[in-house]
């Protein structure tokens, strides 16, 4: 079995809590993690980096590089 490294990207390594959403910086759609986006094959519950990498933004089309996130309290 390989042992696959976990990803561990620069920035991404805060706390995540269960409401984090990410907010896209071109047109302030936001990606509720708790929500999902079950319209996008993305289920409830899914964190930000289980989204997949080609995945963009379904209003402006931005990719998910360039989202920006947004913490709930
Ligand atoms: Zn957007």
Excluded: H, N
Excluded at 9 to 36: S, T
Excluded at 44 to 71: H, I, L, Q, Y
Aim: glycine share 12%; net charge negative; proline share 10%.
């Amino acid at each position: 079995m390989l042992d696959l490294p976990e990803l561990d990207l620069p920035g991404l390594g805060l706390d995540e809590g269960p409401g984090a959403r990410w907010m896209c910086q071109v047109c302030g759609f936001v990606y509720d993690q708790a929500q999902g986006l079950p319209e996008e094959g993305i289920a409830p519950g899914t964190s930000w980096e289980a989204v997949p990498e080609d995945w963009a933004c379904p209003e402006c089309g931005m990719a998910k590089a360039d989202f920006a996130m947004e913490r709930l309290d």
